[in-house]
């Protein structure tokens, strides 16, 4: 069987329709595959002030831009197309399974995002987008909660970066953790502690502690804390809800077939997002390194199609790895 595309990519978030646009808009014949429909995370915010040339516009609105545009220059977007399985056959070509369905690419770009880990507690999905009260982005929502005040719940690298990020915004930051130590980095656990005990500090912790429930009439108004120790329970009136608590990219469905980081996340040449199977490239949230924003995906999913053109022109390029020694986002 031939190609039935030059290339297809795998998810139509942010960085699947930049990957979509600049394939399309080169003539190449390109078929975009995705799950649910176009979009991706960005779909349930409401207020996006970090895309460049939009000062405030909704991820709805963004995505319709970023389709048409897309779709305008003749990419193809099949929605309800949830990709199983890809393989390399002999000849090069990439087959990507869709239910019972093959269908065969001459390059890939894989694109299927991330998800963020949620607590699971009452109220977390009601008050879900920046506007209710609930997070999962500190560098996206913290000009949000100016002088309000918020909980934040995490350990991490993310979590403690995020909690001092937001404590520039609010008046008042609560950083609750399941332990009394943190997982973060030994240098940002003691940034974050010189913080918390710098005199009238507007961050304070509560150790030991879990988030069971999220409060409030159409927007948070209140946390239930357990004290994970005594059993105690509290309540902490506050404006808005971060959890740090992590990310979990969808990429099971690639695991055999593309090298994964012990958390999952697609590894890939940082300089070219090349795999390590030939003809495969990877964009956004799902790879390691990632910076896990919009522009950054759209980026990606950019970077991704300017080098599958070096791929077609030359097959040898792939492997001509001057890139292995770029840190951790290597091979
Ligand atoms: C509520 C919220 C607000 C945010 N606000 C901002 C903001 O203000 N600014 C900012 O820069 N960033 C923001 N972000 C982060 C931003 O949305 C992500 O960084 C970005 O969406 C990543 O794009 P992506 O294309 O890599 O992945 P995703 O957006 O996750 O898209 C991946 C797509 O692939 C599809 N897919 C997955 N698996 C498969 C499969 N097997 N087959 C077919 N399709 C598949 C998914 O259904 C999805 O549509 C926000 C995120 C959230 C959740």
Redesign the pocket.
Known sequence: MDATHDCII????????GAALYAARDRFRTLV??????????M??D?????PGFENIT?PDLIEKMSNQATGFGADIRTG????ALARRDDGLIEVHVDEEVLVGRAVVL??????RHLGVPGEEEF???GAGV???G???APFFKDKKVVTVGGGNTAVEDTLHLAKFAREVIMVHRRNEFRAARVLAEELMAYVNKPDSNLSLELDSVVTAIEGEGKVERVRVRNVKTESEKTIDCDGVFVFVGMIP?TD?CKDFVELSEHGYVKCDPAYLRTRVPGVFV????RVG?A??????VA??VNAVMWMKQYFRDPDWWNQGLTDELGPGGW
Do not use: H, W
Not at 81 to 84: D, N, R, S
């Open positions: 795998v998810g139509a978030g942010p960085a699947g329709l595959l995705e799950k649910f429909y176009p979009g991706g995370q960005i349930t915010t207020r996006i002030e970090n895309y991820g197309a949830e990709v199983t694109a299927p995002g991330s998800t963020y879900r987008s920046a997070s999962y982005c560098t996206c929502d969808n469905f964009a956004g949230d799902c990632a896990m924003q919009l522009v950054t995906a990606d999913g």
